[in-house]
């Protein structure tokens, strides 16, 4: 996977997706960043590449950082907002070329976060994704792993993954795109319970919680 790429291709998306919103559009509330609008949103993600690229990235990304971002933010439109998206294009893909491809993380989470809140589904089936949701499934694997819960399976019609060791103790059964969306924190315990079909979830809803806790309410697609 060429991940700089990927992250070109899925900033170019969720260009597309915003650049048309009229004002009121781009006040809509983001149901994954419920403090966010879809404009706070992207300003976050705006701001984060502008400040990996100053050096100013705290390694827990937090809150105080990230609202900042937004503040800074505050009185442009969706339109300056490309502006500076864009003239940041080029200089951060040098910067992941010559350190990590850290970023791409972010970009692939929020456009799906991005396309829910203005009920425009799509990019369910780029390398990025997938290559984020094999992260967040290892980091899942290892939570289980270190509070010694017993083996979990999620399963869909395309994809596989087993966390712990020996037979399965408790298996969930949805699409791949929501149990993508699950290990990024982005699904509801309700709906991780549905989705259970052999054994009991309890003990592991909050082990999906690896991004923040879980929504409430099942979020739109």
Not at 180 to 207: C, H, K, N, P
């Amino acid at each position: 996977m060429d991940a700089v790429q990927e992250w070109k291709d899925a900033q170019a998306r969720v260009i597309e997706l915003v650049e048309g919103l009229s004002a009121d559009a781009a006040e809509t509330i983001v149901p994954a960043c419920p403090d966010w609008t879809v404009r706070d949103l992207l300003s976050h993600m705006i701001g984060l590449d502008a400040d990996v690229l100053a050096g100013d990235e705290p390694d827990d990304h937090n809150e105080a950082w990230t609202g900042r971002q937004v503040d800074q933010r505050r009185g442009r439109d969706v339109a300056a907002l490309v502006d500076e998206w864009r003239s940041l294009t080029e200089p951060l893909a040098t910067w992941m070329q010559a350190h990590t491809t850290r970023p791409l993380g972010d970009v692939v989470i929020h456009e799906q976060d991005l396309r829910a809140a203005l009920h425009s589904p799509g990019a369910r089936d780029t390398n990025g994704l997938r290559a984020l949701r094999d992260r967040m499934a290892d980091g899942f694997a290892e939570r289980v792993r270190d509070t010694g819960a017993s083996t979990i399976e999620l399963r869909s019609p395309t994809w596989q993954f087993v966390a712990g060791e020996g037979a399965p103790a408790v298996r969930v059964e949805a699409s791949e795109f929501d149990l993508t969306r699950a290990l990024m924190s982005r699904r509801s315990a309700d709906q991780l319970r549905a989705w259970t079909v052999e054994g009991d979830i309890e003990s592991y809803v909050e082990l999906f919680a690896g991004l923040g806790p879980l929504p409430h309410d099942a979020p739109p697609e």
